[in-house]
DNA sequence: ACCGGACGAAACGCAAGCGTTCCGACGCTC
DNA sequence: GAGCGTCGGAACGCTTGCGTTTCGTCCGGT
């Protein structure tokens, strides 16, 4: 098993995946790109689902945690800034809207996801909550699902569902609106 | 060109659409759950795109214009309240992210798409902030953009991405965190 | 120098689905 | 009641892609 060839058939696969679409991946064409014999594609994974589902466990790794940066704006907003250059990405910005899709009609994959990239973004978002309840900065009843939807809902739903870009300004502003609400979604409960 | 069968066949794209994702739709597995021949099919539309691009066009009309409660609140809630009931929808929940998953890849469908739904969108946001701009609840400088990702933004992140659901205690919190967000926005720049 | 495992390439049988064509049946109009 | 258009159903040739198999080759270990 040459390590090289794997890795060449997973980025051939991403490659793929990116241009075609979840349901129109064909193997023959991930051989070709890869430069390589469908046998040794077949000779690593059992069929299309198996080698996805493996692949796509790699997808949500590199997330770095949020650097301590003292103030709840600040996190909030390195955080965004970390989202978008993630988003803008071409392969990645391709990739998890059709992956959202296909969650809900494949279950293996869907548990695969669900299980790695969810997980770590809803630690992340009780990281920051955490830190702003220990500044003093929150209540000690917000809510970090809530704040979760809202830091990864707004800045995907501009990015990859409008198509729209973000550029800084709307960064500041986008962050200047979170830290508002998380502020005042307990202060009045 | 017998009405009944047109919508057979209408109906039929949708729930294959919803089942089995816009790439993997068959044309065959269509005109036979509408208990129609294919010839009946392609006498109507030349190709699958023709088929979708038209159809698609039917996704977003029902969207009724948001009434005046008469608070910038309780025209938030509403809105909020009635996009998670078209969210619901399981024809809906399932082919909206299909959609923005294919759209990239597929020029003329995202024409279609933006043309319709997006700017219908833009359109209740921009008319929410107006009305709160004339009540004196809000400063005219908010920008109507950013309000709209965040209305649309959060709840599709909740219910179709991450496969939550949003109660109305949930819709409640929100709704105040954006009103709050809103308002700061301004105040501070 | 030899031997075995992984390699690229090509062909296999099979299934699905495209868009087309032909058929006989049914219903409406004149 | 004769004629025309649409209907459902079936078959057509064609392409794509699956997963398998068979080659001959190349490279690394002993």
Redesign the interface.
Known sequence: MQPTVTAALTRALFEEWA??????ISLERVAKTAGVGKAALYRRWSSKLAMVSECSEQLGIELATIPDTGTLEGDVRKLLGGLRRLLRHPIV??IL??L??????NPEL?QAI?GRL?TERRRRAATIVERGIARGELDERV?PE?VN??L???????M?????QADSR?LD??T??????????VS?E
Chains 1, 2 share one sequence.
């Open positions: 241009a075609r679409g979840y349901a129109a910005s391709r809207p059709d959202h899709a296909e969650m809900p009609r869907a669900r969810q809510d809530l939807d809202i990864g809902g707004v800045i995907y739903w501009r990859i569902v409008t198509g729209g709307y502003r986008l200047r609106f979170v830290v508002a609400g998380i502020r005042e979604q009045r």
